[in-house]
């Protein structure tokens, strides 16, 4: 597990996401959490930089955890999150912009209904407190991802891939917003052409491998 949290962390470093020790990214395994150590090099963090917890928030193994990870563990003591088993918070540039301007960030794209629709702003609060916790679960409620006032975003999966594919699919959103917002106010998809984006989904397995 410390493994495969170095591994996605060195991923989202070498896309952009991750800059220097900017950023965290965890994994749960029943009760135990392996999330990336405080002030570690994500582009170069190696497992043995990556710190086992428990639920409870009482280190097993390794050094000092990411100071948000009062985040990581609400998530997963959460039940409405039951299913999610990764998260991770970036400060990846274009999420970070919009986080500074907007309250949310609407449907521009039908890519963007796999993270739940449109998504929330978590009102600013002091990194690593329980308030700034709180405000981003409010804001995931119903969701797989939220931005974080004049800070950054976060992501939830169903496993190491899923949550770190999230964090990549929300910067490449968030990037498409801010270059059409340069040459005017970006069409947003109504409820009705979302709904229809789903049910043709749904009807084609869109996003499944089929054999042809």
Do not use: K
Not at 92 to 112: E, G, K
Not at 174 to 194: D, F, K, N, V
């Amino acid at each position: 597990m410390r493994e495969t949290v170095a591994t996605a962390a060195r991923r989202l470093a070498e896309s952009g996401v991750f800059v220097g020790t900017a950023g965290n990214i965890s994994a749960r395994s029943d009760d135990v959490v392996a999330i990336t150590a405080s002030g570690a090099q994500l582009g170069a963090i190696t497992a043995d930089q990556v710190t086992l917890v428990t639920l409870s928030g009482e280190v097993v193994d390794g050094p000092r955890p990411s100071s948000e990870i009062d985040l990581h563990l609400g998530v997963y003591r959460r039940p409405e999150f039951a299913a999610m088993t990764s998260v991770v918070h970036t400060h990846s540039r274009f999420a970070t912009a919009l986080s500074v301007v907007r309250d949310h960030l609407p449907v521009i794209h039908y890519q963007q209904l796999s993270l739940g629709g449109a998504l929330r702003v978590a009102p600013f609060a002091t990194f690593g407190t329980p308030e700034l916790a709180d405000a981003v679960h409010r804001a995931l409620s119903g969701r797989l991802a939220a931005l974080m006032a004049n800070h950054g975003a976060v992501t939830l999966g169903m496993g190491v891939d899923n949550a770190a594919d999230n964090a990549l699919l929300l910067e490449w959103l968030c990037e498409i917003y801010w270059h059409a917002s340069s040459l005017g106010t970006p069409r947003e998809l109504t409820e009705q052409q979302q709904r229809a984006v789903v049910e043709h989904a749904l009807q084609i397995g869109y996003g499944t491998v089929r054999q042809a």
